[in-house]
């Protein structure tokens, strides 16, 4: 017989591991919700009209297509099955999609419940999205998005919301963290600056890799890209721009004083950092120029955050968008949202082992099982454990003591509570501390007051 599997790029996940994800998921929503954000969820399926053409051509390839159900073949004909256009084909198999990200379920959403929508609109939402790509390590074909966005406001006091909710949420966690900020509008600045405004998503790309690559590499991407040497000459000292925040953004401002759109971006900047300056921020924040993110339709400010003791991607990203709903025909919504990275904030929680001890607790206290009669004494107790929110169960079999306790050794259970004959006849149960191998004749109430007290 095979032994079952699952699909690649997919992952099963242990109590201990789903222990550890809930409690980030926790830790996440409540501070969504302490900044107003309420929860929506959307289906799993879009119809593939929705998600088609969103993404771009590289994107549409990697979305998951869904077979219609039944006759699929129905109104196929032969010269279609032979043409092997298999894209054209998956349109005829395929109405629906598994979501590739939250960002385009959520315009739809938007689109859809105008009417009923109060702007502006701040929601939250987490879910797993799917995406067809090549399974390697950190990159799954299913994995979660925590993503919080404010639509329907232009107002850059969201932007400083998000970067309130960034810092909260790693302070919660105890994370040290950077968080580079950034402006779509200077890149754009930059561009014309330059005289290669034509080149603006070349440009972006290449240097958003400066981290990865280096400055070398990067200069030879531009280069390959068309621009020439008196542009990249000209790129050098601003990508390579040290300072304050404030120093950095008055080299910036000056350089760009010409351009419209790229003092328009100082601006920007200029206000959020000095409303932050303003509010109790724990973590670093970062003017960082190089910062473009991937994603082309941000237009404003833009957000990634870095671990600061363990080498890892981008945990956190995010940033302003004018038109997210314009892809359904609703033109001129304006946005502004941050996505966390729960599978890499997963990941830096175990490297620094900043897991409380309660996130991962399960039952508190076992009750052994001797038989019929002691297990009808313990029910009522267990009942009256639970009232008082102490996860408590009973072993189900009465068999061996050993295999009882190797049970509770297993799943971490720090106490066990024994009822015999003798305690029984007193009306009290025997209570062992696992953890400390010591045990005492305890009443009811008073081994209540002894495990709730243990946190």
Request: net charge negative; glycine share 8%; proline share 3%.
């Amino acid at each position: 017989m095979n032994k079952p599997s699952i699909p690649k790029g997919t992952r099963d996940f242990s109590p201990l591991e789903m222990s550890k994800r809930n409690y980030i998921f926790d830790t996440i929503k409540s501070v969504f919700a302490l900044y107003g954000f309420k929860q929506i969820e959307t289906p799993a399926m879009e119809t593939l009209q929705t998600l088609l053409g969103k993404y771009g051509e590289e994107g549409d390839k990697l979305l998951f297509k869904v077979l219609n159900s039944g006759n699929f073949l129905n109104k196929i004909d032969n010269d279609d099955l032979l043409s092997g256009d298999y894209l054209h084909l998956a349109a005829k198999f395929c109405e629906k999609g598994l979501r590739y990200d939250l960002t385009v379920p959520f315009a739809r959403f938007v689109v859809m419940h105008r009417e009923e929508l109060q702007l502006p609109f701040k929601r939250y939402q987490i879910q797993p999205v799917w995406r067809a790509d090549r399974p390697q390590k950190g990159r799954y074909r299913e994995f979660y998005q925590c993503d919080a966005d404010v639509v329907g406001s232009d107002s850059l006091l969201n932007e400083v919301e998000l970067v309130q909710i960034i810092d909260t949420v790693f302070r919660r966690f105890g994370i040290k963290v950077r968080i580079l900020i950034n402006n779509r509008k200077i890149l754009t600045g930059i561009a014309e600056y330059i005289g290669e405004a034509d080149k603006i998503v070349d440009i972006t790309v290449a240097i958003d890799k400066l981290d990865k690559i280096g400055l070398d590499n990067v200069n030879a991407e531009l280069a390959a890209n068309g621009l020439d040497d008196e542009a990249i000459k000209k790129l050098q000292p601003i990508i390579s721009l040290t300072g304050t925040n404030e120093e950095k953004l008055d080299v910036i401002g000056e350089l760009l004083k010409d351009s419209e759109v790229g003092t328009k971006g100082v601006e920007e900047l200029r206000y959020i950092f000095q409303i932050l300056d303003k509010v109790d921020i724990d973590n670093e924040l970062c003017f960082e120029l190089t910062l473009a993110r991937g994603l082309n339709y941000y237009t404003g400010a833009i957000f990634e955050v870095k671990a600061q003791d363990v080498q890892i991607g981008s945990i956190t990203g995010g940033g302003r968008y004018d038109n997210l709903t314009g892809i359904f025909g609703m033109p001129g919504l304006s946005g502004v949202g941050i996505s966390f990275g729960a599978d890499r904030i997963f990941d830096v929680l175990n490297a620094l082992e900043l897991y409380p001890e309660n996130a991962m607790s399960g039952t508190k206290l076992l009750f052994i099982n001797f038989g019929e009669k002691e297990t009808a004494y313990c029910l009522p107790i267990i009942s009256k454990l639970r009232a008082c929110g102490i996860a408590s169960e009973m072993y189900p079999d009465a068999v061996k003591m050993k295999k009882q306790m190797n049970y509770a050794n297993s799943n971490n259970i720090n106490y066990v509570a024994l009822a015999g004959e003798n305690e029984i006849a007193e009306g009290k149960v025997t209570l062992k501390n696992m953890v400390l191998g010591e045990q005492q004749l305890v009443s009811v109430d008073e081994m209540i007051d002894i495990v709730s007290g243990d946190k």
